[in-house]
């Protein structure tokens, strides 16, 4: 089976721009959620998509904002970034009360 | 925000050796579940230990739970140098499997 695949795996951006990242679920998972992990931190919870619906936010900011398809597959989109953007953006996806799986993340840094 | 910390931060032992690390979080909980990354890489998932279970094992870890004092302990036995990484706990309230990552513990095993 397919692990959770994320795209690119590194990226950078400028202050003011905008970033689409992408995953691929795991087959058979049909939730996905969102992680942004600071250098030596733990990841912290962006949101969550449920069968293309929003399922769930963490404490950030309407410019980040996601979209999931039929496939399952999911975008993260943030706007206007900022220089405290700079981060491993992490997904992950599930099915049910099953543990998440995660991909290897996108490292975005901004300049 | 993060839930709770790990302690230690970091932990470096020599191969053979069994290593602890403790988390403490602060609210209720459904369940606790403990992660490991490796360095720039994804969370790959160890083990998940419910609310009503206080001990759990999995080949060389064990995982206990105490609910009365919101903390977890995770003890790898006969540590290996593939097992140098870092471990995050991670808990989920009830009705949501939204994850809360701690702060993470680096363990370097040293062979």
């Known amino acids: 089976e397919t692990g959770v695949t994320q795209s690119p795996t590194h990226l950078i951006k400028t202050r003011g721009q905008q970033v689409t990242l992408r995953c691929s679920s795991q087959s058979g998972h049909n939730t996905v959620s969102w992680y942004q992990q600071a250098l030596g931190q733990g990841p912290q919870f962006i949101f969550q998509y449920y069968r293309e619906e929003e399922n769930g936010r963490g404490n950030f900011p309407p410019r980040f904002s996601g979209l999931q398809f039929p496939n399952y597959s999911s975008e993260l989109n943030v706007n206007a970034l900022e220089l405290d953007d700079s981060a491993l953006y992490l997904c992950?996806?599930?099915?049910?009360?099953?543990?998440?799986?995660f991909g290897d993340g996108t490292r975005l840094s901004i300049l | 925000s993060q839930q709770g910390e790990e302690d230690p931060q970091a932990l470096s032992i020599q191969e053979g050796e069994n290593a602890t690390m403790n988390c403490s979080y602060k609210t209720s909980i459904n369940n606790l579940q403990w992660y490991r990354q490796n360095s720039g890489r994804g969370l790959v998932h160890l083990i998940l230990i419910r609310s009503n279970e206080r001990e759990k094992h999995s080949g060389r870890l064990r995982v206990t739970l105490d609910t009365s004092k919101k903390s977890s302990s995770l003890l790898i036995t006969a540590s290996r140098a593939a097992d140098t990484a870092s471990y995050f706990c991670?808990?989920?309230?009830?009705?949501?499997?939204?994850?809360?990552f701690g702060t993470g513990t680096r363990l370097q095993v040293f062979p």
């Open positions: 992950a996806s599930s099915f049910g009360n099953q543990p998440q799986h």
């Open positions: 991670a808990t989920a309230a009830y009705n949501t499997d939204k994850l809360i």
